[in-house]
């Protein structure tokens, strides 16, 4: 396994040093973020450690949904329990799946029952104009949840800026093995002032034999959004879109042979943007509503559980020019979230916050940047959040560090979970008296820009975390109610562990050069180590779930009309105490590799390709039983057109 890593990592290596000869702009390398302090700043001046990867790749690479091109970003660990957007957690740092905020367009998204909706984001892959990753504590801007990161899509209505009338339009058909059929579709139209965009994206399959069922999924987004700038001063953008995900579940909550789950999620988002822009001056409101219904079956002779979440959030922000050197951004929000569930009950908890960050030159190399949040929440009241970046950027060298507070409330799935059953012989419990989390976090890291076309990172980070939320197995008699609960029964309550230290060292590798006139490549490569200590003598589910190394890696590589797209990825991490070997172990490390390769015609805009997901074939699980699928061959037509 690990000789394989290392071939990876040379032929990698090799395409580095290939294309390292000419200086080119760092356009792409060193990008203006929005993530990192809300006003427009370049990834170098942040003093974080933030990757951006523009949606046009998602077409490039072998993969089918938002979740899998996050899979293989430099320092990102997906765990999935199924493919092509089914279901799957995302981790960020070392923390649990709730401890990464996902927010679109500057609003949040993260679902108030559970945090393994979170990767459900209901965004069609034709509006991506980029993906922001921060990495590492956010909280005094972005409130709870924020403590691995932040994973930031922009579209491209809500980014547009006025300029010239084009049109463009790209449709991609997909067949293979397993009935596999994906349509993946999308245009955008603009004016002068306006901006219209819209996607389609449908995957299904009746998926590979399982231990009781196949492994099917039909998962579906569609969405469209409108920007119009009413007037130079004056933008408007709004958005609306629907997902559906519809897949077996089998073994993805428990290890039970006689789980044969099936689930489907069903998703509405909306989303309103009011901009004002002056010479000094943008002030900005954004709202947001989502609805989201959930309907889990155990097997064919239980009953459904039926979740649905509510979503409401307002919030104004002001960025203000003081001068050449002074930006300062403050915001006020508002949260409102509600559950009506036939399990967990009726529950309603509102947030709300004030906020500000002032991003400071000092002279020509240095950056500051200052946070601090106020956050207001009904069931666990006031906290205060302070944050400091540093930068230092000068020449090809960036020096940065960063140290902050972090928190994360409880979901509503952590305090009610099997509440509302009339018996319960097994499972997790919630526990209605959870603590907020809260931790401090620093980091400190290096960015060299070996050319203008390659990027060399490093960072060593720390978090100490309290309270930290996580299921523990707790014998009957310790269980604090025990009103539906059977004597014999097995159990995993949700507690707060008292203290929790992540350790952890990033390294990362960008490469985006054109090597002539005929031959382009793209490339990152990141590698990740890991270390977790508790202080709870009995290990917790989630803390000791993820990859004590990680490495993940992409390539895209084009010659004339011909280009490659090859990501994997190897993970090496301790066994889970909670798998059953008797249902699927839980792989304790794996290597993973996809292949994709497209021929073009007709001026680009005809496309054939063939592609391999899993091509060595590597049998394994992410998380729980959850088999995930083995060799996969298919291959398709895309069509680009534009004007």
């Given at each position: 396994m690990r000789n394989k890593l290392v071939i990876s990592a040379t032929i990698s290596g090799?395409?580095?040093?290939?294309?390292?000869?000419?200086?080119?702009?760092?356009?792409?390398?060193?990008?203006?973020?929005?993530?990192?302090?809300?006003?427009?700043?370049?990834?170098?001046?942040?003093?974080?450690?933030?990757?951006?990867?523009?949606?046009?790749?998602?077409?490039?690479?072998?993969?089918?949904?938002?979740?899998?091109?996050?899979?293989?970003?430099?320092?990102?660990?997906?765990?999935?329990?199924?493919?092509?957007?089914?279901?799957?957690?995302?981790?960020?740092?070392?923390?649990?799946?709730?401890?990464?905020?996902?927010?679109i367009d500057g609003v949040r998204v993260n679902d108030a029952n559970t945090g393994h909706f979170t990767s459900y984001i209901p965004i069609s892959p034709a509006e991506i104009e980029k993906v922001e990753v921060l990495k590492g504590a956010s909280s005094a801007i972005y409130g709870s949840e924020a403590v691995g990161g932040v994973i930031h899509v922009i579209t491209k209505a809500f980014a547009a800026k006025q300029g010239k009338k084009s049109a463009s339009f790209t449709a991609q058909g997909t067949a293979g093995q397993y009935n596999l059929l994906n349509v993946n579709a999308g245009g955008v139209l603009s004016g002068e002032k306006s901006v219209l965009n819209a996607g389609f994206l449908s995957t299904n399959a009746d998926g590979q034999q399982q231990r009781g069922i196949k492994g099917y999924f039909h998962n579906k987004t569609a969405s469209a959004s409108f920007g119009y700038f009413i007037t130079p001063q004056w933008h408007l953008a709004l958005r609306t879109s629907w997902d559906e995900r519809d897949f077996a579940a089998q073994n993805f909550y428990t290890t039970f042979a006689s789980d044969t789950s099936t689930e489907k999620v069903k998703t509405s988002w909306s989303q309103l943007?009011?901009?004002?822009?002056?010479?000094?001056?943008?002030?900005?409101?954004?709202?947001?509503?989502?609805?989201?219904?959930?309907?889990?079956?155990?097997?064919?002779?239980?009953?459904?559980?039926?979740?649905?979440?509510?979503?409401?959030?307002?919030?104004?922000?002001?960025?203000?020019t003081i001068n050449n050197s002074s930006v300062l951004t403050s915001g006020i929000q508002f949260i409102n979230k509600r559950i009506s569930s036939n399990d967990r009950g009726k529950h309603t908890v509102g947030q709300a916050a004030l906020f500000a960050v002032l991003n400071k030159k000092l002279g020509e190399y240095f950056t500051v940047s200052p946070g601090l949040r106020l956050e207001w929440n009904e069931r666990s009241g006031t906290q205060l959040i302070p944050q400091a970046n540093f930068s230092y950027r000068k020449s090809k060298w960036q020096l940065r560090a960063s140290g902050g507070k972090t928190i994360r409330d409880a979901d509503f799935t952590e305090r009610f979970n099997n509440y509302g059953r009339a018996l319960v012989t097994s499972g997790r419990i919630g526990n209605p008296g959870l603590e907020t989390e809260s931790s401090f976090s620093y980091e400190a890291g290096a960015d060299y820009f070996a050319t203008g076309n390659i990027k060399i990172s490093s960072t060593f980070f720390q978090r100490y975390h309290k309270d930290l939320i996580d299921y523990v197995t707790t014998p009957y008699a310790d269980m604090p109610r025990k009103d539906n609960l059977s004597p014999s029964g097995t159990y995993a309550l949700a507690k707060n562990i008292s203290k929790v230290t992540t350790t952890g060292l990033e390294t990362e590798i960008q490469v985006s050069k054109k090597i002539n006139e005929r031959q382009n490549i793209w490339s990152t490569i990141g590698v990740v180590w890991l270390e977790s200590k508790s202080s709870s003598a009995t290990p917790s589910f989630y803390i000791s779930s993820h990859a004590r190394w990680l490495a993940n890696f992409n390539i895209i590589y084009s010659y004339k009309w011909l280009s490659v797209g090859v990501n994997g990825l190897y993970k090496k991490r301790q066994p889970q105490a909670t798998a059953n070997p008797a249902i699927a172990t839980v792989s304790a490390d794996y290597f993973l590799l996809n292949v994709k390769l497209e021929a073009s015609f007709w001026q680009q805009r005809i496309a054939a390709f063939v592609q391999a997901d899993n091509i060595l074939d590597r049998e394994y699980t992410d998380i729980l039983g959850s088999r995930m699928p083995g060799q996969w061959l298919m291959g398709g037509i895309k069509l680009s057109l534009y004007k």
């Open positions: 090799l395409l580095l040093l290939q294309t390292g000869r000419t200086q080119e702009k760092e356009t792409e390398l060193d990008p203006v973020t929005v993530t990192a302090s809300i006003a427009p700043e370049k990834v170098s001046r942040t003093g974080r450690n933030l990757f951006v990867i523009p949606g046009e790749r998602f077409s490039k690479l072998p993969v089918h949904s938002i979740d899998e091109l996050l899979r293989y970003l430099p320092g990102i660990e997906v765990q999935m329990r199924g493919p092509a957007g089914s279901q799957s957690d995302i981790v960020l740092r070392g923390g649990t799946f709730q401890q990464v905020l996902v927010i943007q009011v901009t004002n822009l002056q010479k000094n001056n943008k002030l900005q409101l954004d709202i947001g509503y989502k609805f989201l219904e959930d309907k889990f079956i155990f097997n064919s002779a239980s009953a459904a559980n039926l979740n649905k979440s509510y979503l409401l959030q307002g919030l104004i922000t002001d960025e203000w």
